[in-house]
């Protein structure tokens, strides 16, 4: 499955480029929320994500919170609607990540793990049972546009031995056909691309492109 990246695109055109994508099937979206401090960008708020859903309702909101504040945030994406949520293992204690990973759970909205490239593939193991996502980082979080990190592709063989199939694995960060190819054949199941797919001159043909290279 393709996740778009709705981050790099112009903030002007989202409602465009969003319905070009809708109309060459894609139906999850991938919306990242940067909150200034956990990582040093900003992006978008729950008004976003309700505007979204008011005007692509049968398009799913996947949310990448990128935010160390789950007390407040998680409820007000819940709120907005959200139907999957991927929480930071960084951004919180476990105690904390537990709580919020069954507070989805119990309001209905799918939710995931996000690893940093930096943080060792193995702490998944203790949140496999109760998660319907992992969120491999390729790149550190905070700003579309950077460079795939190779190494992701030992860490999405290690995630895939780990899952044993259980969870799907879902990549993001530098995201283009060639590395889509390269992280399909290590294991995983879902790309999230954002400039890769918004920030060439068509978004269908970039999208064509990366369904053609997946197949
Ligand atoms: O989480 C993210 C950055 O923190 C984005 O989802 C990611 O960077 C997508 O953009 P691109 O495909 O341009 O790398
Ligand atoms: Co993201």
């Known amino acids: 499955m393709i996740a778009p990246s709705i981050l790099n695109i112009n903030n002007l055109n989202l409602e465009k480029d969003i319905q070009t ?29 309700s505007d979204f859903k008011k005007t692509f309702p049968t398009s799913e909101a996947e949310i990448h919170l990128m935010s160390n504040n789950p007390d407040d945030l998680v409820p007000a994406f819940t709120k907005a609607g959200a139907q999957i ?20 759970k119990e309001n209905h909205v799918k939710a995931g793990v996000v690893l940093n490239p930096d943080t060792p593939v193995s702490v998944l193991s203790k949140f496999i049972s109760k998660i319907d996502q992992i ?25 895939s031995r780990l899952v044993k199939g259980k969870v799907p694995i879902e990549v993001d960060g530098g995201i283009n056909g060639q590395i ?14 954002g400039s890769y797919l918004f920030c060439q001159n068509s978004v269908e043909k970039q999208i064509a492109e990366l369904r053609g290279i997946l197949q």
């Open 85 to 104: 949520m991927l929480l930071h293992y960084e951004a919180m204690t476990e105690e904390k990540l537990n709580y919020w990973l069954d507070y989805l």
């Open 180 to 193: 889509a190819k390269k992280a399909k054949d290590a294991g995983a199941e879902i790309f999230v691309a």
């Open 21 to 49: 994508a809708v109309n060459a099937g894609i139906k999850r979206f991938h919306i990242d929320i940067m909150d200034g401090h956990f990582v040093a960008n900003l992006s978008f708020g729950p008004q976003l994500v």
């Open 135 to 159: 969120l491999l980082m390729t790149v550190f979080p905070g700003f579309g546009g950077q460079k795939f990190i190779p190494e992701s592709l030992s860490r999405i063989k290690e995630a």
